[in-house]
């Protein structure tokens, strides 16, 4: 069952620019977080945020969260070509679930 | 991919044929996960442990099996009833009374010969 979805599934942009990625969920979550996964490689952390709040940064990250709308947008701003990856978005359940539910992910392309 | 361990990095395996595959931490985290990873697509859970000798079925469990003996190990068989195990297979660990950040290993390709 996923329940992330993430919008577009594939991105390509000039270094220097931003890159701005969507994630919808269906259910209520305790955490919303944001993976990413260089090609064959396996997912690093890249940032939580809670279901209280509204936006976080992480660097060049920004992430939002709007519950009412159940989606999220991760941006990375002045992106470098060693942004190339995929990004995932990964919610839990509320209840207090273990298990985190991973969307399709989004390919982003970082031309020098 | 920190204190997380995956062999091998690449499997071949042969029809009818049971291979393990190997995923070892030294992070001291309670929770292990198992995912398959298919092209372009996101990660599914295959199984989980939250405590040594416990695990439970993830959405994918059918053809699959594991172990966990010991906090640092769980291995995973994908047995023979598993009719389409090619995929990219990876483990991760998280510390349940901490956090909800999963760490992943470096992951193993499993092809069919």
């Known amino acids: 069952s996923q329940q992330g979805e993430e919008d577009p599934q594939a991105l390509s942009i000039q270094e220097g620019e931003n890159a701005t990625m969507n994630c919808s969920y269906k259910?209520?979550?305790?955490?919303l977080q944001w993976y990413r996964q260089n090609s064959g490689r396996g997912l690093v952390h890249l940032i939580l945020?809670?279901?209280?709040?509204r936006e976080k940064h992480s660097g060049r990250l920004r992430v939002t969260l709007d519950t009412s709308k159940k989606s999220s947008s991760l941006l990375i701003t002045a992106s470098r070509a060693a942004d190339t990856a995929s990004y995932f978005c990964?919610?839990?359940?509320?209840?207090?679930?273990?298990?985190?539910?991973f969307g399709k992910g989004t390919k982003l392309t970082v031309n020098p | 991919d920190g204190g997380i361990t995956q062999s091998p990095k690449y499997l071949f395996r042969k029809e009818g044929q049971n291979v393990t595959l190997s995923c070892e931490q030294n992070?001291?985290?309670?929770?292990m996960y198992w995912y398959r990873q298919d092209p372009g697509q996101g990660l599914r859970l295959i199984y989980y442990?939250?405590?040594?000798?416990?695990?439970q079925k993830g959405d994918i469990a059918e053809g699959y099996s594991v172990s966990r003996e010991k906090k640092e190990s769980f291995p995973l068989t994908v047995t023979s009833a598993q009719k389409n195990p090619t995929a990219f297979y990876l483990c991760?660990?998280?510390?349940?009374?901490?956090?909800?950040?999963?760490?992943f290993g470096p992951g193993t390709r499993l092809l069919v010969l």
């Open positions: 990964a919610t839990d359940a509320q209840g207090g679930s273990e298990k985190l539910v």
């Open positions: 259910t209520s979550i305790n955490n």
């Open positions: 945020i809670r279901s209280n709040e």
């Open positions: 992070l001291n985290h309670d929770a």
């Open positions: 442990s939250q405590i040594v000798n416990d695990f």
């Open positions: 991760a660990t998280g510390d349940i009374l901490t956090g909800e950040t999963q760490y």
